[in-house]
């Protein structure tokens, strides 16, 4: 099967016009196959479907800007013949320049724009508050939409509450038929609530919401494992989950239960610090440092710097109470 079949057309056609670098010419013969069997018209990329391309491969909220950095391009006699060169690497987003020669204004066109698209929101366009969030730049009110939608709430004796994308949903424990639990043996945990049993979801056609996963990514993770009715759970698991809950330790740092106490580095799960580096320093660390105290000083005060400028980490410290 042709290594594109299951790419977007538009997406085929963007890296085919204007991307010649990154892929061998073998791949570039396999995406002209695909795009000539979808009946692609070759004659129709122009300046502005160059245009339309780029923006739909950009983020949705950066339109506007994206534009005006075109306008100001060919203001100053840039073509699409002068391809932008950027692409996702190591997680963010990176522009790199241009993939032929450009004048020194376009160059500078372009960096002036890189700084107002890392100040403009990915989702709606804002550019107040903007912070990296992920391989995105957010706004903090689209950042919190977005988190909101991890927390677990109201967990009691009788279920929990959870978002699945924009909607709360109530789940009773009676509903849950049986529980997948997975971890790495490390920092990461997932569980997930079936309510069928297996040989049940092979007879039924599937339905968002018969399974429902939680990571160690959701808010409240730890209540809802601290209170999974027994019946629930088999004996191993049962074991693994109560032991993992009980070796939450306290953080230097943060001063939040969140400390995986057991395990390798014991991170802790709301400020990222591997406490046992703390709790056992090296040399060449006490020395940067001074003295052991002075280290712990540095990190809280990093820590403070993460809680103002990194929403993800303010919003476990604030609204996490499974640790508190
Ligand atoms: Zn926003
Ligand atoms: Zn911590």
């Not at 241009?98 to 724009?113: A, C, G, M, R, W």
């Not at 004796?157 to 949903?169: A, L, Q």
């Not at 056992?280 to 105290?293: A, D, H, I, M, V």
């Amino acid at each position: 099967m042709n290594p594109f079949h299951n790419d977007p057309t538009d997406y085929i056609a963007y890296i085919f016009f204007m991307d010649k670098t990154h892929y061998s010419p073998d791949a570039y013969h396999q995406m002209k196959m695909e795009l000539t069997e979808r009946n692609f018209n070759f004659d129709n990329l122009n300046q502005k479907a160059y245009i339309r391309l780029v923006i739909k491969d950009l983020f949705p909220g950066w339109e506007k800007q994206v534009r005006k950095m075109f306008a100001a391009l060919i203001a100053h006699g840039w073509t699409f013949q002068q391809p932008l060169d950027y692409k996702e690497s190591w997680g963010r987003l990176i522009f790199r320049g241009f993939y032929t020669d450009v004048t020194l204004k376009s160059e500078q066109i372009l960096n002036q724009y890189i700084k107002i698209f890392e100040s403009t929101c990915g989702h709606c366009g804002s550019r107040k508050n903007v912070e990296s969030y992920g391989h995105e730049y957010l706004c903090n009110k689209c950042i919190l939409k977005r988190l909101k939608r991890m927390i677990i709430n109201k967990i009691d004796p009788n279920g929990f509450s959870y978002f699945s994308r924009t909607k709360k949903h109530r789940v009773l424990w009676t509903e849950i038929d049986n529980i997948d639990w997975k971890t790495d043996g490390y920092d990461s945990f997932a569980i997930t609530l079936n309510k069928f049993s297996p040989k049940e979801e092979l007879a039924k056609d599937y339905h968002e919401g018969d399974s429902i996963l939680f990571s160690n990514e959701s808010f409240n993770l730890f209540g809802l494992l601290r209170n999974l009715p027994a019946y629930l759970l088999s004996e191993s698991q049962a074991d693994e989950i109560n032991s993992l809950c009980e070796s939450l330790e306290e953080c230097i740092i943060c001063r939040r239960k969140s400390v995986l106490g057991k395990m390798i580095n014991k991170k802790c799960l709301v400020c990222g610090t591997l406490t046992e580096k703390l709790e056992n320093p090296t040399e060449t660390n006490l020395k940067r440092f001074g003295s052991w105290q002075r280290m712990i000083d540095h990190k809280k005060k990093r820590f403070r710097w993460y809680i103002q400028n990194i929403a993800i980490i303010r919003y476990r410290y604030e609204t996490d109470s499974s640790f508190k």
